[in-house]
């Protein structure tokens, strides 16, 4: 089955980077987008940056300009990029793909089991 492998969460200065991985592995046709959610404690998860296989992005308005969202069509991987970063992006970071298994079958959602990033002085 498939399965989504993120890294590269941990603790993190205000105004200081962090690069976020994810992997996605198993019996996979393509991979229409990939997407970082993040949620805090209390909040709603919420998208912070998603990517197509065409390359197409978009960003969360809180994040833009800090944020950059990249991916490996080859390696079916997906890149955040943080910079900048501030005790607001505080939250567990998930991994999301649309993809589909097969050819000719429906696309289906898939998760990373989400990592923990904390900006803190």
């Known amino acids: 089955q498939v399965q989504l492998v993120e890294s590269g969460g941990g603790l993190v200065r205000p105004g200081g980077s962090l690069t976020l991985s994810c992997a996605a592995s198993g019996s996979i046709f393509s991979i229409n987008v990939m997407a970082w959610y993040r949620q805090a404690p209390g909040k709603q998860r919420e998208l912070v940056a998603s990517?197509?296989?065409?390359?197409?992005?978009n960003y969360e308005d809180s994040v833009k300009g800090r944020f950059t969202i990249s991916g490996d069509n080859a390696k079916n991987t997906v890149t955040l990029q943080m910079n900048s970063l501030k005790p607001e992006d505080t939250a567990v970071y998930y991994c999301?793909?649309?993809?589909?298994?097969?050819?000719?079958?429906?696309?289906?959602?898939?998760w990373g089991q989400g990592t923990q990033v904390t900006v803190s002085s």
């Open positions: 999301k793909a649309e993809l589909q298994t097969r050819r000719w079958d429906y696309t289906y959602l898939y």
């Open positions: 990517i197509t296989s065409g390359g197409s992005t």
